[in-house]
């Protein structure tokens, strides 16, 4: 059995074009595109050439089929300077994410998805924009219901992951090759997935984190998350719903000093100029002292980097998944074996959300699947 798919999925993954896989494998890019295409199948001396060049498995190519990702159905940040390989690079290695938390879907009982759809708020719906209004509207306001209806008042958040998992969205990582995309998210047969970029900062990836559960529920699943309003809308939910309005206005005074921000920032988990950014939207710094405080932070370097940064944040979920399933005796590889997949692929996928390669001891399993209880 062959499976076209697969093929062309494992292709993208690796960023190769059909010409430079063809050149790889010893074959021409019109047998290449007949094989994608399934208008033929190829020889097994072909398929073990294919699957050397693409560093997968043999067995990867003959496995079930796989349905693309709609990229209509993703925004990306700052889209238009992504190429359509680094696009379809995220995506097909966001596909095999997904076959990750299918696969640990049948082991256990992972939280349901409580993701309130919000499109309402959104500027599909132009009463709810007020400009110049004094009181929350739009993101803003579905940033406060969404924190009311988690019952997080106006509290910092600790760990966006872990709340994020704990309300039932799967987190994944992108693949080092994915560097030049932020984040990206959806809504995936009734589940909403969150994708990051984990090699950034962790005050950034927190924003990603929340920015995206902004596109989730004022986009909800069936509107297309597209274009730079969506984002700004997205961006502004997350600025709202890490910093509080009234949390901020309660700690910070009107035009507070460089000092007063970079020790701030700590109290939210957030980049000191998405702190600045903040302080301006809300009224607690004029246009002035806004122009000059991302001046000067620039000055200071943290426009590339954030100084005295928080911790990096890991998935809970999968950190309980995998050292369950050691102490069952079940490793990294075995699963990998499983999702038919190589090991390296494997680390990718969760790369920098939880430590995979340590080994454990443990003797059978339970017959009952595992309740993960995730702490918020």
């Given at each position: 059995m062959f499976t076209p798919s697969r093929l062309e999925h494992a292709r993208k993954v690796r960023g190769l074009s059909l010409v430079r896989l063809a050149e790889s494998a010893g074959i021409t890019a019109r047998s290449l595109s007949s094989y994608e295409n399934e208008h033929g199948e190829p020889s097994e001396e072909t398929l073990e050439s294919l699957a050397l060049a693409l560093d997968?498995?043999?067995?990867?190519?003959?496995?079930?089929?796989?349905?693309s990702l709609p990229l209509d159905a993703v925004?990306?940040?700052?889209?238009?300077?992504?190429?359509a390989?680094?696009?379809?690079?995220?995506l097909t290695a966001g596909r095999l994410a997904i076959e990750l938390h299918d696969w640990i879907g049948t082991r256990f009982r992972l939280p349901a998805p409580d993701i309130p759809s919000l499109p309402r708020f959104s500027a599909a719906y132009p009463d709810q924009q007020s400009p110049g209004a004094t009181k929350p509207n739009g993101p803003e306001l579905a940033a406060e219901i969404v924190r009311?209806?988690?019952?997080?008042?106006?509290?910092?958040?600790?760990?966006?992951?872990?709340?994020?998992?704990?309300?039932?969205?799967?987190?994944?990582?992108?693949?080092?090759?994915?560097?030049d995309v932020d984040a990206f998210s959806l809504w995936w047969?009734?589940?909403?997935?969150?994708?990051?970029?984990?090699r950034k900062s962790a005050e950034r990836s927190r924003f990603d984190a929340a920015h995206e559960l902004g596109h989730l529920i004022l986009q909800g699943e069936e509107q297309n998350p597209h274009g730079p309003e969506a984002e700004r809308e997205a961006n502004r939910f997350a600025a709202a719903f890490l910093m509080p309005r009234d949390s901020v206005l309660a700690r910070l005074p009107l035009n507070p000093s460089i000092q007063h921000i970079i020790q701030a920032k700590k109290i939210w988990k957030v980049a000191a100029m998405a702190l600045a950014h903040r302080l301006h939207e809300i009224g607690l710094s004029t246009d002035w002292h806004y122009r000059s405080t991302c001046y000067e932070l620039g000055k200071r370097g943290y426009?590339?980097?954030?100084?005295?940064?928080?911790?990096r944040e890991t998935s809970q979920v999968l950190d309980k998944v995998f050292r369950t399933l050691r102490t069952e005796g079940i490793t990294a590889t075995s699963i990998a074996r499983d999702l038919h997949i190589s090991p390296d692929v494997l680390s990718e996928l969760v790369f920098g959300l939880v430590v995979t390669t340590v080994e454990g001891e443990g003797s059978g399993g339970s017959s009952q699947r595992p309740q993960l209880n995730l702490v918020k």
């Open positions: 997968f498995p043999i067995s990867f190519f003959s496995a079930e089929d796989l349905d925004s990306f940040r700052a889209g238009s300077k992504l190429t390989g680094k696009r379809d690079m995220a009311a209806r988690w019952g997080l008042g106006n509290a910092p958040i600790t760990n966006m992951v872990h709340l994020l998992e704990a309300h039932g969205v799967r987190v994944c990582s992108l693949a080092e090759r994915c560097a047969k009734y589940t909403p997935y969150v994708f990051l970029n984990v426009r590339s980097k954030e100084r005295y940064g928080t911790v």
